[in-house]
T-cell receptor, first 112, second 108 residues
Framework: EPEVTQTPSHQVTQMGQEVILRCVPI?????FYWYRQILGQKVEFLVS????????KSEIFDDQFSVERPDGSNFTLKIRSTKLEDSAMYFC??????????FGQGTRLTVV | GEDVEQSLFLSVREGDSSVINCTYT??????LYWYKQEPGAGLQLLTY?????DMKQDQRLTVLLNKKDKHLSLRIADTQTGDSAIYFC????????FGQGTTLQVKP
């Protein structure tokens, strides 16, 4: 069964460093998303991406965040200068329609 | 604004039925979802219901939707220890808005 895959499963980085979280969505999907879950809190929407551009972003998704679909198969989330409060589980999701979202296993980001 | 609320914890005995409840605010949501998250794992889509339906059954899972009260529930029949997880309801309004999750504990 096709699935969304995310790498790495766990990333530890120093405060101020840049990180890139990678995702391979399901191959025929058209809608792509990033969500995050800070430990013990709700899953929060970050950004949606369709037709090679951002379709919606939340207040969390400020200038330090960016997304890219560089080669038609990968979908990346870059955090330019990480802060301690960026520590969270980051989930990528994709859907063929904008009414569905299939999630990856997540990348646990720890900023030290 | 958009908001989804769930109770935080439910404990049942193996073999009993579990009912997890959820309320949401946005009446324009077209679909409502239930996701399951096991410890250290991602979000697994369990089931969903279209907003013009009242009920959907899928094997041991029954979803009930009361659109007037904006109330959604998930019933798990014959709950097993493998059902222990966090269950999230979510509404979609262009993006998914999640509840805070209900931890289901199944005692043998």
């Amino acid at each position: 069964e096709p699935e969304v895959t995310q790498t790495p499963s766990h990333q530890v980085t120093q405060m101020g460093q840049e990180v890139i979280l990678r995702c391979v969505p399901i191959s025929n999907h058209l809608y792509f998303y990033w969500y995050r879950q800070i430990l013990g809190q709700k899953v929060e929407f970050l950004v949606s991406f369709y037709n090679n551009e951002i379709s919606e972003k939340s207040e969390i998704f400020d200038d330090q965040f960016s997304v890219e679909r560089p080669d038609g198969s990968n979908f990346t989330l870059k955090i330019r200068s990480t802060k301690l409060e960026d520590s969270a589980m980051y989930f990528c999701a994709s859907g063929y329609k904008n009414t569905e979202a299939f999630f990856g296993q997540g990348t646990r980001l720890t900023v030290v | 604004g958009e908001d989804v609320e769930q109770s935080l914890f439910l404990s049942v005995r193996e073999g009993d039925s579990s009912v997890i409840n959820c309320t949401y605010t946005d009446s324009s949501s077209t679909y409502l979802y239930w996701y399951k998250q096991e410890p250290g794992a991602g979000l697994q889509l369990l089931t969903y219901i279209f907003s013009n339906m009242d009920m959907k059954q899928d094997q041991r899972l029954t979803v009930l939707l009361n659109k007037k009260d904006k109330h959604l529930s998930l019933r798990i029949a014959d709950t097993q220890t493998g059902d222990s997880a966090i269950y999230f309801c979510a509404e979609i309004t262009g993006k998914l808005i999640f509840g805070q999750g209900t931890t289901l504990q199944v005692k043998p």
